[in-house]
Structures are given as structure tokens and as C-alpha cells.
């Protein structure tokens, strides 16, 4: 880890005029955070997500800023919703600089997306790995670009489970399990991602982050439930505000020291919050032999090939 990794801060983002950001999720949260610091640096972000009047809500929330906001709709629960954000995309951008997979749903109730997969893992890896395919030329052809994808400390309870990949009708199926399940994808898919972009020779990075703990609208599934109205003054102590949980991916996407294959999280209390810094993923999130397989079942379950 490099001497500075603590220092790191908003202030130390160049001039981002010219460049072209895409954040799916933009309209809340992290993702909403993290477009309104590209946007005050000058970017021009693509806020992407499921309804435009939300996305619009949340641009106007943001208001004037030296970048340019535009919102496109995006249901990464619908594969066709992704190819067709995609095919619009690139009619209209002959470049993208930094392509943040943000977006996610957490700890639900056992559903399904529009093509059948089961909904956490359909949403927060499935689609992002069907959207990358979908960009990756561009990106390819952009200098220096980077895709950042977002995981979660819950990644050290995920397991992968071959056989039963998606809960088929539910079975075995918690909440949290598929969650931790889809944020070990997440990391799975991002080393794998930067071990082709490699091999290829290819002047991009795939670069990961997690936000800690922080306070989003993400666990609404789980607020209502009596042990977390029980846990909930002791976790408002270790959690973060939103604004600093999108900072380890807002440096993952501009650090000049940061490298392809790289994980940024807070540096305190068990990575829970604080100052973006590298930090350490699971083994189980490194092996080459899973992010593989993860690769191949992406694809036949999206139905895309990604060639790099």
C-alpha cells in the first residue's frame, strides 16, 4: 500500500472537463453522490437509472454545477432495458471515461428479474456484467478508462453455490446469502475483468470499492425488522453519511495511483467508515478458477458474449 493512501480527498480531483462519467443508481445514495462530485469537477455524468422522473428529481437536487447531467433510463433487471440503454448510449457518446457500476438492490425477498434470474444477484452483478459487454468496445477505445464496480463488506459471507447458483424456487435462499452472494460477484467479476484486460494489453482498469457502512435507502427491506430497530443506535454510531461512502468509489475512478485490480474502502473500525483507502478482499474473491466460471455462467445467463 502506498505511503499516501490515507490522504486521499474530494480536493485532490483534477479538472474533469471533457470527461465522460456513467454512474448507474445515480438518483440516490452513493450513486447520487457520486454524480454530484464528477458533475462539480467539471464531467459530463450520464445518471442512469430505472425511473427518469426520479433521475430528474435528483439532478435538479443537485442543480447548477460546472458538468453537464444527463439522465437515461436503465433497468438492470431487465436484460432488453440494458441493450437498449446501451445501443442509445453509444449513438450518442464517442467516449467513456469512467463507467462506475453502482447500482444495486440489497437483502429482498426472494424474487425474480424480468429474465429469470434470481433478483439480487440479476441486479447487482448480472446486469452490470451484460452492460460492461455492451460498452466495453468504447471504453477499449477511450485512454486510460476505468470501471469501477461497487461491492460491500457483506462479500465475506458470500459463497458461491454452482450448483444451485440462483436459488431455484427459492431454495436455500436468504436474504442476506444472496446479497453477500452477488457482492462476492461483484469482486469476482472486477479481478477477472482486470486479469483479461491485461493478458489483452489493454490501456484500461477494472478498480473495486465498497462504502463501509452508510446511511442509504439500500436497507429498507431490512428497517422494519426488530433487531434492526434494536442494533439501529449502536449502528448509526459506526455508519457513515452517504457522501463519504461514495468516496472510495469516486477515487477508485480518478486516483492517478490507483491500479487495475485495486479495492478501496474506509480505513476505521473494521473498514465500517472513515478516509478511502486500499483495502483487502476475501481469497475466496481472488481465485482465478471462480472468476472464471463466473464468467462463463454470466455470459450463457445473460445471453452476451463479452470478448476483450
Given at each position: 500500500?502506498?505511503?499516501n493512501?490515507?490522504?486521499?480527498?474530494?480536493?485532490?480531483?483534477p479538472?474533469?472537463?471533457?470527461?465522460i462519467?456513467?454512474?448507474?443508481?445515480?438518483?440516490t445514495?452513493?450513486?447520487f453522490?457520486?454524480?454530484k462530485?464528477?458533475a462539480?469537477k467539471?464531467?459530463?455524468?450520464i445518471?442512469?437509472?430505472r425511473?427518469?422522473?426520479k433521475?430528474?428529481?435528483?439532478k435538479?437536487?443537485?442543480?447548477?454545477v460546472?458538468?453537464?447531467?444527463?439522465?437515461?433510463?436503465?433497468?438492470?433487471?431487465?436484460?432488453?432495458?440494458v441493450k437498449?440503454?446501451?445501443?442509445?448510449?453509444?449513438?450518442t457518446?464517442s467516449?467513456?471515461?469512467?463507467?462506475?457500476?453502482?447500482a444495486?438492490?440489497?437483502?429482498?425477498?426472494?424474487?425474480?428479474?424480468?429474465d429469470g434470474?434470481?433478483?439480487?444477484?440479476?441486479?447487482?452483478?448480472?446486469?452490470?456484467f451484460?452492460l460492461?459487454?455492451h460498452?466495453?468496445?468504447?471504453?477499449?477505445a477511450t485512454?486510460?478508462?476505468?470501471?469501477?464496480?461497487?461491492?460491500s463488506l457483506?462479500?465475506k459471507?458470500?459463497?458461491m453455490?454452482?450448483?444451485?447458483?440462483?436459488?431455484?424456487?427459492?431454495?436455500?435462499?436468504t436474504?442476506?446469502?444472496?446479497y453477500?452472494r452477488?457482492k462476492?460477484?461483484?469482486?469476482?467479476?472486477?479481478?477477472?475483468?482486470?486479469?483479461r484486460?491485461?493478458?489483452a494489453?489493454?490501456?484500461?482498469?477494472a478498480?473495486?470499492?465498497?462504502?463501509?457502512?452508510?446511511?442509504t435507502?439500500l436497507?429498507?427491506?431490512?428497517?422494519?425488522?426488530?433487531?434492526?430497530?434494536?442494533?439501529?443506535p449502536?449502528?448509526?454510531?459506526?455508519?457513515?453519511?452517504?457522501?463519504a461512502?461514495a468516496?472510495?468509489?469516486?477515487?477508485?475512478?480518478?486516483?492517478?495511483?490507483?491500479?487495475?485490480?485495486?479495492?478501496?474502502g474506509?480505513?476505521?473500525?473494521?473498514?465500517m467508515?472513515?478516509?478511502?483507502?486500499?483495502?483487502?478482499?476475501t481469497?475466496?474473491?481472488?481465485?482465478?478458477?471462480a472468476?472464471?466460471?463466473?464468467?462463463?455462467?454470466s455470459e450463457?445467463l445473460t445471453?452476451?458474449?463479452?470478448?476483450i
Amino acid at each position: 500500500m502506498s505511503s499516501n493512501n490515507h490522504s486521499w480527498s474530494v480536493s485532490d480531483i483534477p479538472n474533469l472537463a471533457n470527461k465522460i462519467v456513467l454512474v448507474t443508481g445515480g438518483n440516490t445514495g452513493l450513486g447520487f453522490e457520486t454524480v454530484k462530485v464528477f458533475a462539480e469537477k467539471g464531467a459530463e455524468v450520464i445518471l442512469a437509472c430505472r425511473t427518469v422522473a426520479k433521475g430528474e428529481a435528483a439532478k435538479t437536487n443537485i442543480g447548477q454545477v460546472a458538468g453537464k447531467i444527463t439522465v437515461m433510463a436503465l433497468d438492470l433487471g431487465d436484460l432488453t432495458s440494458v441493450k437498449a440503454f446501451a445501443d442509445a448510449f453509444l449513438k450518442t457518446y464517442s467516449h467513456l471515461d469512467i463507467l462506475v457500476n453502482n447500482a444495486g438492490i440489497m437483502m429482498t425477498p426472494y424474487g425474480l428479474t424480468k429474465d429469470g434470474l434470481e433478483q439480487q444477484q440479476g441486479v447487482n452483478h448480472f446486469g452490470h456484467f451484460a452492460l460492461t459487454s455492451h460498452l466495453f468496445e468504447l471504453l477499449k477505445a477511450t485512454p486510460g478508462s476505468r470501471i469501477v464496480n461497487v461491492s460491500s463488506l457483506a462479500h465475506k459471507r458470500g459463497e458461491m453455490d454452482w450448483d444451485n447458483l440462483m436459488y431455484a424456487e427459492g431454495k436455500e435462499y436468504t436474504p442476506i446469502k444472496a446479497y453477500g452472494r452477488s457482492k462476492l460477484e461483484n469482486l469476482l467479476f472486477t479481478y477477472e475483468l482486470q486479469r483479461r484486460i491485461k493478458a489483452a494489453g489493454l490501456e484500461m482498469e477494472a478498480i473495486a470499492a465498497h462504502p463501509g457502512g452508510s446511511k442509504t435507502d439500500l436497507a429498507r427491506h431490512v428497517e422494519g425488522k426488530f433487531i434492526f430497530k434494536l442494533l439501529t443506535p449502536l449502528l448509526m454510531l459506526m455508519m457513515q453519511s452517504a457522501e463519504a461512502g461514495a468516496h472510495p468509489q469516486i477515487r477508485a475512478g480518478v486516483d492517478p495511483n490507483a491500479k487495475g485490480g485495486d479495492y478501496y474502502g474506509p480505513n476505521k473500525m473494521g473498514e465500517m467508515r472513515g478516509k478511502a483507502v486500499l483495502v483487502e478482499s476475501t481469497p475466496e474473491s481472488h481465485s482465478e478458477e471462480a472468476g472464471k466460471k463466473l464468467w462463463e455462467v454470466s455470459e450463457k445467463l445473460t445471453g452476451v458474449t463479452f470478448s476483450i
